[in-house]
């Protein structure tokens, strides 16, 4: 097997208080046949390895406004990928998007945060095997969290 890839990150200071980032991950990957079980399989991309993923941030502090206040949107694209060595199962591309807001007084930091704020459902783990005794092989897949909310209340002993 062989991998190998390029990876960018971009942090872009529009003013004091916006900053946009964005990363991407460029991967290419080779996996050469191979024998289980008398099945042969292998000769394509690695699993669990998108051939591409892009992360694009927003992030704007409104201190002129009301100090300490601060906006953070994130979104991030990442493309299908093969589940497993053994089956040619692969999942879809999909995009989520976090959001968070936070507000630093002195050594307090208050953050009110929303990941995958669309609820997209979507496969991170995808499984084929015999489960019943109809010895049919069939396919599962996990999904990764749906739009999952939250306060995280941090002290900082150090400020």
């Known amino acids: ?6 990876e960018t990150d971009f942090v872009i200071n ?16 080779y ?25 694009l941030g927003i992030s704007y502090d409104f201190s002129k406004y009301i100090t300490g ?4 949107i ?10 497993e060595e053994q ?6 591309p999909y995009k989520l998007i976090d959001l968070s807001i936070q507000y630093k007084y002195k050594n307090i930091t208050l953050s009110l945060w929303s990941k995958n ?3 997209e459902k979507y496969p991170i783990r995808g499984y084929s095997f015999v489960l019943d005794p109809t010895y049919i092989i069939k396919s599962y897949k ?8 939250g306060i995280t209340l941090t002290f900082n002993i150090d400020d």
Do not use: M, W
């Not at 996996?31 to 992360?55: N, W």
């Not at 994130?74 to 589940?83: A, K, L, R, W």
């Not at 089956?87 to 879809?92: M, R, W």
């Open 74 to 83: 994130q979104s991030n694209y990442i493309t299908e990928f093969y589940f």
């Open 31 to 55: 996996v050469s046949k191979f024998e289980y079980r008398e099945i042969i399989y292998g000769d394509r991309e690695l699993s669990h390895a998108p051939a591409q993923k892009h992360t």
């Open 87 to 92: 089956n040619n199962v692969k999942s879809e």
């Open 142 to 149: 996990s999904f990764g969290n749906p739009r999952s909310t």
């Open 1 to 6: 097997a062989f991998h190998y890839g390029l």
């Open 14 to 29: 529009l003013s004091k208080f916006l900053i946009i980032s964005q990363s991407s991950s460029l991967l290419k990957t």
């Open 69 to 72: 206040l601060k906006l953070n």
């Open 117 to 119: 704020i669309t609820n």
